[in-house]
């Protein structure tokens, strides 16, 4: 599976951003999906996951209704919804592939990964 993550970007404290993962080359709905981030000079975490058929979703506390996760599985892609950003959700955002709704939050159980996309919050 290869996974394209875009949308990120420069956005002031308070605003919006819409990310996406577009996936391909496997079929897309066998997969739970999930979103992490990697603050500067700290490790990979968990924000969101989702199950295959997007009936169930899963979010960090410090995100919890700020963040949407969603999936269209007939345009194979994963987006989150940011809303009401903060300086602490700066970060590189990844999403990826895990073949178990129940481990969504363990980046260890992750089969693929995009590359990445850039968001920066500015205070």
């Known amino acids: 599976v290869q996974l394209q993550a875009s949308g990120g970007g420069l956005v002031q404290a308070g605003g919006s951003l819409r990310l996406s993962c577009a996936a391909s080359g496997d079929t897309f709905s066998n997969y739970a999906m999930g979103w992490f981030r990697q603050p500067p000079g700290k490790e990979r975490e968990f924000v969101a996951g989702?199950?295959?058929?997007?009936?169930?979703?899963t979010y960090a506390d410090s995100v919890k209704g700020r963040f949407t996760i969603s999936r269209n599985n007939a345009k194979n892609t994963v987006y989150l919804q940011m809303n009401s950003l903060k300086f602490e959700d700066t970060g590189v955002y990844y999403c990826g592939t895990s073949g178990s709704y129940d481990r969504v939050r363990a980046s260890s159980r992750y089969d693929y990964w995009g590359q990445g996309t850039q968001v920066t919050v500015s205070s």
């Open positions: 989702i199950s295959w058929g997007g009936g169930r979703t």
